[in-house]
């Protein structure tokens, strides 16, 4: 039985809880953070909460069902400052709180654990962005994943939006009294659930690219299907078609306004695409060179001022002043090692050192193909974790 199953005892304390948004608030603001994760250390060591300012202990929560806890697992929680435990959803949170709390620490609970983490969908305006109208940008802290709404003229389109939050895009656009007219999956992802076909149904455009179609995605006769140079019009700004595949074959970027290219997983702030999440490991090398070809033969032939916005973001990824995870192809072009060398190396550099593959990647690209039919539950669940969908930043990012 897991700690979710578990009926915990009460303790003779109770503790506060605070909410996800409260946390973020506090890691934001450089507040220092003292964490206690009681979920069990795998769980850990592949996705917590992190942060400059963070100080995170994982003790998992069994250590305390016993009367007596072991004096070691006490010693390394601090009692002369204050920790708030988390959990997977909040009930084993809350019993170590108790029995921590009964013991005389400062404790509170975090309100639904990382799963609570994972609902914090934050909107930030691109400042930089140049072109007609306002361009957002959404980030999920929990997985670092990224989307965009651009709104102009009373219309607006989102780029790589999220089943999990399917409702807050129209929410958005109803208060900013825009009708949203287009939803745009920039591929066939493997971290998240799409929230293309959700979209849909509410009567939203949804577009994807025909090269991503070709993997056998199910609906592909429900959406319309673009190709290399289409445009779509919102307001007075234009949405086009790139086609830049290497992260898979039908990855497609989407230049806003002329402004920001929406590079989905083939270029971040950080990183490029890792070549191996639909290729596997022997297609890899020859997904990496058509890799190659994309970010030299396209992307960074659009003007250095052009911003470049991933689809994800890791803790390596450094924001800009406006708090967006974006930057001119100027500025990558610079600091990023594997945008100046030759093919050859580009290849051996990004196929070194790659991390794990997303948590459930192959059952989110079957849903995301149309295959595995998953309720919003399961979809929220096989997303759970870090993205991962970059290549490794050691070598590709200069330290100049």
Not at 157 to 179: H, I, M, N
């Amino acid at each position: 039985m897991n700690a979710d199953e578990m009926d915990f005892p009460m303790p003779d304390s109770s503790v506060d809880s605070i909410v996800p948004e409260t946390l973020k608030r506090r890691i934001d603001a450089g507040e220092s953070v003292t964490l206690l994760d009681v979920r069990m250390s795998s769980e850990y060591a592949e996705w917590r909460i992190d942060g400059e300012h963070v100080e995170s202990t994982n003790v998992p929560y069994f250590h305390f069902l016993d009367e007596e806890i072991p004096d070691d697992r006490l010693a390394s929680i601090p009692d002369d400052e204050h920790v708030t435990v988390l959990c997977a959803k909040g009930g084993a949170s809350e019993y170590v709180a108790g029995a921590l709390a009964d013991r005389g620490y400062d404790v509170d609970h975090l309100e639904d654990g990382m799963n609570g983490w994972a609902s914090i969908y934050e909107a930030h305006e691109v400042a930089d962005y140049a072109g007609p109208g306002t361009l957002l940008q959404y980030q999920r802290p929990s997985s670092g994943c990224l989307g965009y709404l651009l709104y102009d003229g009373g219309e607006a389109a989102v780029v790589d939006p999220l089943r999990a939050f399917t409702d807050r895009y129209l929410v958005d656009a109803a208060k900013l009294g825009v009708e949203l007219a287009y939803a745009f999956d920039t591929h066939v992802h493997a971290d998240h659930v799409s929230g293309l076909r959700e979209l849909a149904v509410e009567g939203v455009e949804a577009v994807l690219p025909a090269a991503a179609a070709e993997r056998g995605v199910t609906y592909a006769n429900e959406v319309t299907l673009a190709a290399d140079g289409d445009e779509f019009v919102v307001g007075d700004a234009t949405v086009e078609t790139v086609f830049t595949p290497g992260h898979t074959t039908g990855m497609t970027s989407y230049l806003l306004g002329g402004s920001l290219l929406a590079t989905g997983d083939g270029l971040f702030v950080e990183s490029v695409a890792r070549p191996d999440l639909e290729a596997g490991d022997e297609g890899a090398p020859e997904a990496a060179r058509t890799l190659y070809d994309s970010l030299q033969g396209r992307v960074l032939t659009f003007d250095d001022d052009v911003l470049v916005g991933g689809a994800h973001c890791s803790d390596a990824a450094e924001p800009a002043t406006d708090d967006t995870y974006t930057a001119p192809i100027g500025e990558l072009r610079e600091r990023m090692d594997a945008l100046s060398t030759d093919e050859d190396t580009f290849v051996e550099t990004v196929l070194a050192d790659m991390p794990s593959r997303p948590a459930n990647y192959e059952a989110v690209i079957a849903a995301n193909l149309g295959r595995n039919p998953v309720d919003d539950d399961e979809a929220f669940t096989l997303e759970l974790g870090p993205n991962n969908c970059a290549a490794s930043q050691d070598a590709l990012t200069s330290d100049d």
